[in-house]
């Protein structure tokens, strides 16, 4: 299967990567919910009205500059995004509230050169049966305390989206959007893009013992029943380096 275009892209791609054990979790909110954790530049996309409010544990591996072998330490981690959908000038992509990980040089990295709130976290994985089980504590003060601890696995056949569907919708996005982290206000805007072969996502179910990882934006999640996809692994991943676009 043939990769997806990135189609901000500009250049030669920056970063490879691969993506494994991932999990999408969706909640729709009201936009009011979200509007003001995002910065005024960007539009919310919709769908069905609601903005849509994810989070994503993953596994990053074999991480490594373009031109260069897979770095042995910070190239390979656990990752568990907080993310919601947005516009800017008709460019759809990704905004991220929080990228917890593993690796403190991703998370340095990532804050200093791509203006992402990456934030320092104790993480695990296990897998059984084709059961995953994904924790993830944050530990770093740069941000509230937050905390996720699940068991998943999907539970049907993984097949590709169909444009226009809402899994289409909150997945297949190649560009991602940051801006000035704290203490600064957020003044400039980047964007970032990355191109991989479209997601093959299954149904899934889990069991949670703990979320608490959207109660920094102050929406609670307890107790509601997210849209859940276990998403086969994409190989491979290239990223490019972001631009400043506002």
Known sequence: ????????????????????????????????????HVPPQLELDTFGGDAWLGVVPFTMTDVRPRGTPALPGPGAFHELNVRTYVRHRGVPGVWFFSLDAASPTAVEVGRAG?????????????????????????????????????????????????????????TERYALYASDLPPRAPRRLWLGAVEHAPWRLAPAAWEVERNTMTAPLGVDVAGRTPLLHAAEGVLPVHAWARRRVA
């Open 1 to 36: 299967m043939t990769a997806s275009p990135a189609p901000v892209a500009r250049g030669p791609w920056a970063v490879a990567m691969r993506w494994s054990h991932l999990l999408f979790a969706h909640w729709p909110v009201p936009v009011t919910a979200l509007r003001g």
């Open 114 to 170: 791509m203006h992402l709130a990456y934030l320092r976290a104790r993480m695990s994985l296990t897998e059984r049966d084709g059961r995953v089980r994904y924790t993830s504590e944050r530990v770093d003060r740069r941000a509230p305390a937050a905390e996720l601890r699940v068991t998943y696995g999907a539970t049907g056949p993984a097949a590709p989206t169909a444009p226009g569907s809402l899994e289409h919708f909150l």
